[in-house]
């Protein structure tokens, strides 16, 4: 059976510091966001990044938080119900960095019958650090 698996890039679970620094870890520790070999890549992210800017960063989220939740995901959750309602296709939705993850995403597809999957990374454009990362964390 064939099913779709849509990803986004993802985010952190709250706005706050202490969930932005695991996301904003994951997603700078990415060797497709950050083109830099990984011993300067941990340097430059967990030696500089991380020591000031999930609080800010934390800052920035709370002006646009939703009361449902982070504006991305709710956006995400609503195409893939809307998607669910003008196909037969089990359709599963998955983030590339975050806690909504694409290998659980995976799961629930697996778990309905699924052994052929349709992937749609919802970027606008190819990138590197977006969609080329979805199509390797996929395979």
Same mark, same amino acid.
């Given at each position: 059976?064939?099913?779709?698996?849509?990803?986004?890039?993802?985010?952190?679970?709250?706005?706050?510091?202490?969930?932005?620094?695991?996301?904003?870890?994951?997603?700078?520790?990415?060797?497709?966001?950050?083109?830099?070999?990984?011993?300067?890549?941990?340097?430059?992210?967990?030696?500089?990044?991380?020591? $000031?800017?999930?609080? #800010?960063? @934390?800052?920035?989220?709370? *002006?646009?938080?939703?009361?449902?939740?982070?504006? +991305?995901?709710? %956006?995400?959750?609503?195409?893939?119900?809307?998607?669910?309602?003008?196909?037969?296709?089990?359709?599963?939705?998955?983030?590339?960095?975050? $806690?909504?993850?694409? #290998?659980? @995403?995976?799961?629930?597809? *697996?778990?309905?019958?699924?052994?052929?999957?349709? +992937?749609?990374? %919802?970027?606008?454009?190819?990138?590197?650090?977006?969609?080329?990362?979805?199509?390797?964390?996929?395979?």
């Amino acid at each position: 059976m064939k099913g779709v698996l849509l990803v986004n890039l993802g985010s952190p679970e709250s706005p706050t510091a202490k969930a932005v620094k695991p996301y904003l870890d994951e997603f700078l520790m990415d060797e497709r966001v950050i083109d830099v070999n990984k011993v300067l890549r941990n340097i430059i992210v967990r030696g500089i990044i991380l020591q $000031t800017r999930p609080r #800010k960063s @934390a800052k920035a989220y709370a *002006k646009i938080w939703w009361d449902e939740g982070s504006p +991305l995901i709710v %956006l995400s959750e609503r195409f893939a119900e809307k998607l669910k309602s003008h196909t037969d296709m089990p359709v599963a939705l998955g983030m590339r960095y975050g $806690t909504m993850t694409i #290998k659980n @995403a995976w799961q629930a597809l *697996k778990d309905k019958g699924v052994d052929e999957v349709l +992937l749609v990374p %919802l970027y606008p454009h190819y990138a590197m650090s977006s969609y080329e990362t979805v199509v390797v964390k996929t395979m």
